[in-house]
């Protein structure tokens, strides 16, 4: 899945990023802890006569917690903890569920060892094994194999995972089915299918108003916004749909602030208020400036406190097209470049950002007349523009080389 953004004119970034990034804050290096949730946690452990099976799912909750907020190795002494006491346990569906989220992190962090980590959670797992511990299984399953991009085994695994849920009223398993149907959401996005973005939206949207989940909230709000942005991106004839997606992602940046000190992922926030930013740049006239500014300012105190700079570098981008529509092209370049400073920040610079920004400033540069500046850069955009051609013709190398 591609991580980047749109700009409203001139050459327009992919939006794909503000499409789906808030499904992936998973895998930030910087999220900030939430004091309220990991109290409420620490206060169940602290409980007396707590049964070693709660405790061991507790363990698991206040862990992933941790490791979301960038304290893993508080995270994995916790894991260690739940562990050993799992293994201790005949019943082994602990120790099942504790090998699955072992193995949700390795795969974020790139460890090829997760894939067996996963089997051994699939081999733990026994048929008289609790439904939700077995949804539990196969969501990691589908979570995985989704973010290896194999999307179709995804769905099946993912449907495999609402199959044992069936008729669950248990608030940690209606916030897991919540993500289970936001995961569907993001592969039938990548696929286009907007028919079954909204109906997932739409059940994930309800799913995490039984649990109480304010992160499923927020989440589920949003990408109904996306999907509403979508339909009217296909017919702009209907503002319905435009009006639709400002409401749903007013509702989902208003529903983070309401809930802040409950929030498992501080940066949400920014994902939110860009995309609302997003939407009034593309789609709403100059008038509405000021009020994507409130929505820019979020988006860019929020990703340069949790050091998403796959954001900022967007607020720039958008700042961009701004000055771009009033012909302030002194702006527009100290934005661009702005904007190309924060993505090279990136962890995983975009290779499709990069070729945008480098034809955005060599558009730029024209419209000052400084040709040789917008040479450059244009020998920057082909130079990007031909590394993506190099890196496609590999990946069609290595797809065919694997089915021979």
Request: glycine share 6%; aromatic share 12%; proline share 2%.
């Amino acid at each position: 899945m591609a991580h980047c953004f749109s700009f409203a004119s001139f050459p327009k970034l992919p939006k794909t990023a503000i499409l789906f990034l808030f499904v992936t804050y998973f895998i930030s290096n910087t999220l900030y802890a939430q004091k309220a949730k990991q109290d409420s946690l620490e206060q169940v452990l602290d409980k007396r006569n707590l049964s070693t099976g709660e405790r061991i799912l507790t363990l698991s909750r206040l862990a992933t917690h941790h490791y979301f907020n960038d304290k893993r190795e508080e995270s994995n002494k916790l894991l260690d903890e739940a562990s050993q006491l799992a293994e201790a346990m005949e019943d082994k569906q602990y120790l099942a569920r504790i090998l699955a989220i072992q193995a949700m992190h390795l795969c974020i962090q790139g460890d090829s060892t997760a894939s067996t980590m996963l089997q051994s959670a699939l081999d733990n797992l026994d048929e008289n094994a609790d439904p939700g511990t077995k949804g539990y299984i196969w969501y990691a399953k589908g979570w995985m194999e989704s973010r290896n991009e194999r999307r179709t085994e995804a769905v099946a695994s993912f449907i495999e995972a609402l199959r044992h849920y069936d008729g669950s009223s248990n608030i940690n398993d209606l916030r897991v089915i919540s993500s289970i149907y936001i995961e569907l959401y993001s592969i039938y996005g990548h696929w286009k299918d907007l028919d079954n973005m909204e109906k997932y939206a739409r059940l994930a949207l309800d799913n995490a108003r039984q649990s109480g989940n304010p992160d499923g909230l927020s989440s589920a709000l949003y990408s109904l916004g996306y999907t509403f942005e979508d339909r009217f991106r296909g017919n702009n004839a209907q503002e319905e749909f435009r009006d639709s997606a400002e409401y749903y992602y007013k509702q989902s940046v208003s529903t983070f602030l309401e809930h802040e000190d409950h929030m498992t992922s501080r940066n949400q926030l920014s994902f939110n208020a860009l995309g609302l930013a997003n939407l009034y740049s593309e789609f709403y006239p100059l008038s509405y400036n000021d009020t994507a500014q409130r929505y820019l300012d979020i988006a860019l105190k929020e990703g340069l406190k949790t050091e998403h700079y796959t954001v900022v570098t967007g607020v720039y981008g958008i700042l961009n097209e701004y000055t771009q529509r009033e012909n302030r092209w002194d702006d527009a370049e100290h934005y661009l470049n702005q904007a190309v400073a924060y993505q090279e920040k990136n962890p995983l610079p975009e290779l499709e950002t990069k070729i945008r920004l480098m034809e955005a400033l060599a558009i730029v540069a024209e419209k000052k007349g400084d040709y040789g500046a917008a040479l450059e850069y244009y020998k920057q955009y082909l130079t990007y523009y031909q590394q993506r051609f190099d890196n496609g013709k590999n990946g069609i190398r290595k797809g065919i080389g694997s089915k021979i």
